[in-house]
């Protein structure tokens, strides 16, 4: 799980991909069926487009020179004789074997793609919508998740087994909050100590109370499923890498779209359920001593240890975009006074459940514009949730973007922060630190949405990013990596490791550099 690390000056960001393949990557792929695209993925296309720009160029040179070997051979080329035709097959032909099509645009459509455009040609638009603000596109998508969960249970007993013990009420305890709708709800689990990795034991020295469960810290995890479907039981599974590292683990169930009405009816229960958590968590658990300092002044640190992680809210897909704009509107109010911030208020006091001290973004759309464009190339953009529950109009679709979000937050707050008892704060000092991760061959959701995101937030002066991209990864594989191990699990637990290890030198000075991850 070794890293290719680049450390690069906040001022000069540069992707890890080369420039065309981030230029041509989607949502700035040209059009399905468009002359450019054709241009890239057919072959014939491109060798004759060169051809026409070489025969242009060449008629515009002086007709007397005759002796230029490309002017010859243009018109050799352009010649209707029956040999130059059977040539300009065979060169069609060679060109066809050794052309490489673009990575992230590809030449045919994926069986869903094919099947969504199919729909979208044959069932009228009304008939489209109905369906979707009906709710019957929630229950066919989450009735083809429980299709697939008895194949994957078959197919890896260990994981079924896995699953059967976290569904006991004996591990699961569900918390209600908000209205008591039916999905506003968290599955809490706790570490128990066959669950505890060895080396991720509590201290000895810890104060504990016996009637408290120790823990490192909690995962808050946001489900996805496209703002309109997904329950927090398809995603059970995501907790026992994170339960085997001696952190609570809760999964929050907030209402889909058509019971969410909007965005940010959703970024509310999100809210509420990480309040209600608070209150429970400070009843149950109790976080260990973090004795890394004097460990490390000891000689005995090492990668693992058993110290004080923090609360780490993470989210995949639209979850991600949820979870974000949550972040955002806790930045929003932590740049009041404290006089009127119920945040910051927290902040002072010594719970340690209050606030997020990470924030690990996993394959999500964070520009809800740029994706109502990709989507449309998709053929789902009617079809889809998120037109409907981010407001159907590309002023309403900003605003529900989160870097836009907080670059408006940040300007109807200017007088307060340039006010006198707020003259020393930064969105560096207010701000987690924040992982992105995405998989490079998505075709759900591009990963230049993560790159575009993370240029935005620096923007913003949000600049303790980090952004991983994998490799011969897809969406759905990002999240599969957590219940079932793999690269995006790997990578976000060593992001977090480095994190501790540099705890004590991250977010001290205005020059500090960020480090691009990758592991192309």
Same mark, same amino acid.
């Given at each position: 799980?070794?890293?290719?690390?680049?450390? #690069? /000056?906040?001022?000069?960001?540069?992707?890890?991909?080369?420039?065309?393949?981030?230029?041509?990557?989607?949502?700035?792929?040209?059009?399905?069926?468009?002359?450019?695209? $054709?241009?890239?993925?057919?072959?014939?296309?491109?060798?004759?487009?060169?051809?026409?720009?070489?025969?242009?160029?060449?008629?515009?040179?002086? $007709?007397?020179?005759? =002796?230029?070997?490309?002017?010859?051979?243009?018109?050799?080329?352009?010649?209707?004789?029956?040999?130059?035709?059977?040539?300009?097959?065979?060169?069609?032909?060679?060109?066809?074997?050794?052309?490489? #099509?673009?990575?992230?645009?590809?030449?045919?459509?994926?069986?869903?793609?094919?099947?969504?455009?199919?729909? @979208?040609?044959?069932?009228?638009?009304?008939?489209?919508?109905?369906?979707?603000?009906?709710?019957?596109?929630?229950?066919?998508?989450?009735?083809?998740?429980?299709?697939?969960?008895?194949?994957?249970?078959?197919?890896?007993?260990?994981?079924?087994?896995?699953?059967?013990?976290?569904?006991?009420?004996?591990?699961?305890?569900?918390?209600?909050?908000?209205?008591?709708?039916?999905?506003?709800?968290?599955?809490?689990?706790?570490?128990?100590?066959?669950?505890?990795?060895?080396?991720?034991?509590?201290s000895a020295g810890n104060n504990?109370?016996?009637?408290?469960?120790?823990?490192? @810290?909690?995962?808050?995890?946001?489900?996805?499923?496209?703002?309109?479907?997904?329950?927090?039981?398809m995603y059970r599974l995501v907790?026992?890498?994170?339960? /085997?590292? $001696?952190?609570?683990?809760?999964?929050?169930?907030?209402?889909?779209?058509?019971?969410?009405?909007?965005?940010?009816?959703?970024?509310?229960?999100?809210?509420?359920?990480? =309040?209600?958590?608070?209150?429970?968590? $400070?009843?149950?658990?109790?976080?260990? /001593?973090?004795?890394?300092?004097?460990?490390?002044?000891?000689?005995?640190?090492?990668?693992?240890?058993? @110290?004080?992680?923090?609360?780490?809210?993470?989210?995949?897909?639209?979850?991600?975009? #949820?979870?974000?704009?949550?972040?955002? =509107?806790?930045?929003?109010?932590?740049?009041?006074?404290?006089?009127?911030?119920?945040?910051?208020?927290?902040?002072?006091?010594?719970?340690?459940?209050?606030?997020?001290?990470?924030?690990?973004?996993?394959?999500?759309?964070?520009?809800?514009?740029?994706?109502?464009?990709?989507?449309? %190339?998709?053929?789902?953009?009617?079809?889809?949730?998120?037109?409907? #529950?981010?407001?159907?109009?590309?002023?309403?679709?900003?605003?529900?973007?989160?870097?836009?979000?907080?670059?408006?937050?940040?300007?109807?707050?200017?007088?307060?922060?340039?006010?006198?008892?707020?003259?020393?704060?930064?969105?560096?000092?207010?701000?987690?630190?924040?992982?992105?991760?995405?998989?490079?061959?998505?075709?759900?959701?591009?990963?230049?949405?993560?790159?575009?995101?993370?240029?935005?937030?620096?923007?913003?002066?949000?600049?303790?990013?980090?952004?991983?991209?994998?490799?011969?990864?897809?969406?759905?594989?990002?999240?599969?990596?957590? +219940? +079932?191990? %793999?690269?995006?699990?790997?990578?976000?637990?060593?992001?977090?490791?480095?994190?501790?290890?540099?705890?004590?030198?991250? %977010?001290?000075?205005?020059?500090?550099?960020?480090?691009?991850?990758?592991?192309?």
């Open positions: 799980n070794k890293f290719e690390s680049v450390e #690069i /000056a906040s001022s000069n960001l540069s992707s890890p991909m080369s420039p065309v393949a981030l230029s041509l990557a989607p949502p700035r792929a040209p059009p399905r069926d468009s002359v450019i695209r $054709n241009l890239y993925t057919n072959p014939r296309s491109d060798m004759r487009l060169h051809n026409l720009l070489t025969s242009t160029s060449t008629s515009s040179k002086n $007709n007397d020179d005759v =002796d230029d070997p490309d002017q010859a051979k243009t018109s050799s080329y352009e010649s209707h004789n029956l040999q130059s035709r059977f040539l300009q097959l065979l060169q069609d032909g060679n060109h066809l074997l050794h052309h490489n #099509i673009h990575p992230h645009l590809p030449s045919s459509l994926s069986l869903p793609d094919q099947l969504i455009r199919f729909i @979208g040609r044959t069932l009228p638009l009304e008939w489209q919508h109905r369906h979707r603000d009906n709710g019957n596109f929630r229950n066919i998508a989450d009735g083809m998740v429980k299709l697939t969960c008895p194949m994957i249970g078959l197919s890896n007993l260990r994981l079924t087994h896995e699953f059967l013990k976290l569904s006991s009420t004996k591990r699961r305890r569900r918390i209600r909050y908000g209205d008591h709708h039916a999905m506003q709800y968290i599955d809490l689990f706790l570490p128990q100590h066959d669950d505890i990795n060895q080396q991720m034991q509590p504990i109370n016996e009637n408290k469960v120790p823990v490192r @810290g909690t995962l808050f995890f946001v489900h996805g499923g496209a703002w309109g479907s997904g329950h927090p039981w907790a026992p890498a994170f339960l /085997a590292r $001696n952190l609570a683990v809760a999964i929050v169930g907030y209402r889909t779209y058509p019971d969410a009405i909007n965005i940010d009816a959703q970024v509310d229960d999100i809210r509420l359920a990480f =309040d209600e958590l608070d209150d429970v968590l $400070n009843e149950c658990v109790v976080p260990v /001593a973090d004795d890394a300092l004097e460990r490390k002044e000891a000689g005995t640190c090492d990668d693992n240890d058993n @110290g004080w992680v923090g609360n780490i809210v993470m989210g995949h897909s639209s979850g991600a975009h #949820i979870a974000l704009l949550l972040l955002v =509107d806790m930045l929003s109010e932590r740049m009041k006074p404290s006089s009127t911030s119920k945040l910051a208020a927290k902040e002072c006091s010594q719970y340690p459940w209050s606030l997020p001290h990470y924030f690990v973004g996993l394959s999500g759309p964070y520009d809800i514009s740029d994706h109502f464009d990709f989507e449309a %190339g998709r053929g789902v953009e009617q079809i889809s949730p998120m037109k409907p #529950i981010c407001g159907y109009t590309r002023l309403n679709f900003d605003r529900a973007s989160p870097a836009k979000r907080l670059l408006s937050k940040l300007a109807s707050f200017r007088e307060q922060v340039d006010s006198a008892d707020l003259t020393n704060l930064t969105m560096q000092e207010i701000t987690p630190p924040m992982l992105l991760v995405h998989g490079i061959e998505d075709s759900t959701v591009p990963f230049t949405a993560t790159s575009d995101a993370g240029r935005k937030l620096r923007s913003c002066g949000l600049t303790g990013l980090d952004e991983i991209y994998l490799e011969k990864t897809e969406h759905q594989d990002v999240i599969m990596h957590f +219940m +079932m191990g %793999g690269s995006a699990m790997d990578a976000v637990f060593e992001w977090l490791r480095e994190q501790r290890r540099r705890q004590n030198v991250i %977010g001290q000075g205005s020059g500090r550099k960020m480090k691009l991850q990758s592991r192309l």
